[in-house]
């Protein structure tokens, strides 16, 4: 059974940083590429970061190009999200899935970023 638990969220003040984790496990996480996602209510989630599955590529959406860094550790089925000079509207619900996504989601983790 695939699953995802996310974790590392928390407030924050406007300009700080938070590292997030997600480990994953139910398959072979070095064979597949991973993301992350965020999600606030009303909108529909969306991708933020990706890597490849050797770390070879990443990718960013424009909103945090510059600010984040996504990166992993295949020994421990461990995804990252390193992020710097939060603002407020990074707030919101932070997931992590592989790539192509699963329908199989984690709980999250909220990132609330106060001005």
């Known amino acids: 059974q695939v699953q995802f638990v996310e974790s590392g969220g928390g407030l924050v003040q406007f300009g700080g940083s938070l590292r997030l984790s997600c480990a994953a496990s139910?398959?072979?996480?070095?064979?597949?590429?991973m993301r992350w996602y965020r999600q606030t209510p009303g909108k529909e989630r969306e991708l933020v970061a990706s890597?490849?599955?050797?770390?070879?590529?990443?990718n960013y959406a424009d909103s945090v190009k510059g600010r984040f860094t996504i990166s992993r550790d295949n020994a421990k089925n461990t995804v990252y999200l390193q992020m710097n000079s939060l603002k407020p509207e990074d707030t919101a619900v932070y997931y992590c899935?592989?790539?192509?996504?699963?329908?199989?989601w984690g709980q999250g983790t909220q990132v609330t970023v106060s001005s």
């Open positions: 139910g398959f072979t996480f070095s064979a597949y590429g």
């Open positions: 899935n592989r790539s192509p996504s699963l329908d199989s």
């Open positions: 890597i490849s599955s050797l770390s070879i590529n990443t």
